[in-house]
């Protein structure tokens, strides 16, 4: 099978291809293996309303359900069961492009309970007991970047496990996540782990950014406030990879760990997806080529980029003056970035809340049905 020619120019340029979904389907039925031989993907990303909106439809749970239900699992233990069984097995599908980046790519993310989003003790229980149970050197743990997730970053990367940092919106977040990463890394030395297999992906938001950024540009409604439309997120994440630059590329304290085995922890584009209809379907991917990076993509956004991207090399390296300018004329015109950002976040963890809230009383639903 050949690569699209669009997505295998954008791997040549620095980006890895993750796919943001997984489901039992698309493992059963060979549809994630397509997409690795022929759009060249690289890993997968999964979040709580994956696993939801995977669990919901079809009936490729059933079976395993019904097992689980005849054995008294509970609902907990059901979701549990059935998520590290399709994450295992995607890291399984995965396993020969994780041997091929040498660990870089191949990567397969399950994230922790967001209930505990705001509890660092819970998460690094949690993120423990779930790299111990899907068992694959390939797994990445994904942390929300709350403030007490930070401490919890820190902590878990310290045993060695390698973790997607996720619900970035702020360069200034991103700035305490790499410095968690870096104490992260600094502790697991003490403790005597191989630096060079410990891995992270710092995931930075993007579409988000443009839709609340917008809605209040429009509210001002100025000529000048609707030009900025639909600039902010590309922006904000060209801001984020020079901070990543300043930080990995020549900075003093990487520099003392990378002597030790010690990888960059790569800025990672997520939601991708472009939720304006006025904007190009492929914005958020061929506006953030850049050395060193990861773009995570609905299949969807995938194949825009697969029928029509257009990939020109390096679309972020240099242009931190440039998206500075579009911050400083936001602030400028009235919009309040740090209530964008925090706005952001509270909605990015009651979202996956919800999500994992639908998901047991979905659970529980099949589990009594199963028990009748």
């Known amino acids: 099978?050949?690569?699209?020619?669009?997505?295998?120019?954008?791997?040549?340029?620095?980006?890895?291809?993750?796919?943001?979904?997984l489901s039992r389907d698309r493992l059963q039925t060979g549809n994630l293996q397509e997409l690795i031989d022929t759009k060249s993907v690289v890993g997968v990303t999964t979040n709580p309303s994956i696993f939801q909106s995977a669990l919901s439809s079809g009936?490729?749970?059933?079976?395993?359900i019904n097992e689980l239900a005849a054995r008294g699992a509970d609902v907990e233990a059901t979701i549990r069961?059935?998520?590290?069984?399709?994450?295992?097995?995607a890291c399984d599908v995965l396993a020969k492009q994780y041997e091929q980046s040498d660990g870089v790519d191949g990567r397969v993310s399950i994230e922790v309970d967001p209930r505990m989003a705001h509890d660092t003790d819970k998460t690094i229980l949690q993120a423990i007991d779930l790299w111990k149970t899907?068992?694959?050197?390939?797994?990445?743990?994904k942390i929300p970047a709350t403030m007490p997730g930070i401490p919890a970053i820190t902590a878990v990367l310290a045993e060695g496990i390698s973790v997607n940092v996720t619900l970035i919106f702020s360069v200034e977040r991103h700035r305490m996540v790499m410095d968690a990463y870096l104490a992260g890394?600094?502790?697991?030395?003490?403790?005597?782990?191989?630096?060079?297999?410990?891995h992270s992906v710092a995931s930075f938001f993007v579409s988000r950014v443009d839709t609340e950024i917008d809605k209040r540009l429009e509210s001002?409604?100025?000529?000048e406030a609707m030009a900025l439309r639909g600039k902010a997120a590309v922006a904000n994440a060209r801001l984020a990879y020079a901070a990543y630059e300043e930080v990995f590329l020549g900075g003093d304290r990487f520099s003392a760990l990378q002597s030790s085995g010690a990888r960059v922890q790569r800025p990672l584009w997520a939601s991708t997806g472009v939720k304006n209809p006025d904007y190009s379907d492929t914005l958020y991917v061929t506006e953030l080529v850049a050395p060193n990076t990861v773009n995570t993509m609905p299949e969807k956004t995938i194949d825009a980029v697969a029928d029509h991207g257009v990939v020109t090399g390096d679309t972020v390296t240099g242009r931190a003056a440039e998206a500075q300018e579009v911050f400083d004329k936001l602030a400028d015109i009235g919009i309040d970035l740090p209530d964008v950002f925090k706005v952001l976040e509270d909605e990015g963890v009651e979202?996956?809340?919800?999500?994992?809230?639908?998901?047991?009383?979905?659970?529980?639903g099949q589990l009594d049905a199963a028990g009748k």
Do not use: C
Not at 134 to 141: H, K, M, Q, W
């Open 1 to 21: 099978m050949t690569q699209n020619q669009n997505l295998a120019a954008l791997s040549a340029a620095g980006v890895s291809v993750w796919l943001d979904d």
């Open 134 to 141: 899907v068992d694959r050197p390939n797994l990445l743990i």
């Open 81 to 89: 069961t059935v998520t590290t069984d399709d994450v295992r097995n």
């Open 220 to 223: 001002i409604g100025s000529e």
């Open 59 to 64: 009936d490729a749970y059933d079976e395993q």
């Open 185 to 198: 890394l600094e502790k697991a030395k003490e403790a005597g782990h191989d630096l060079s297999r410990i």
């Open 351 to 364: 979202k996956f809340e919800k999500s994992w809230l639908e998901l047991l009383d979905a659970t529980k």
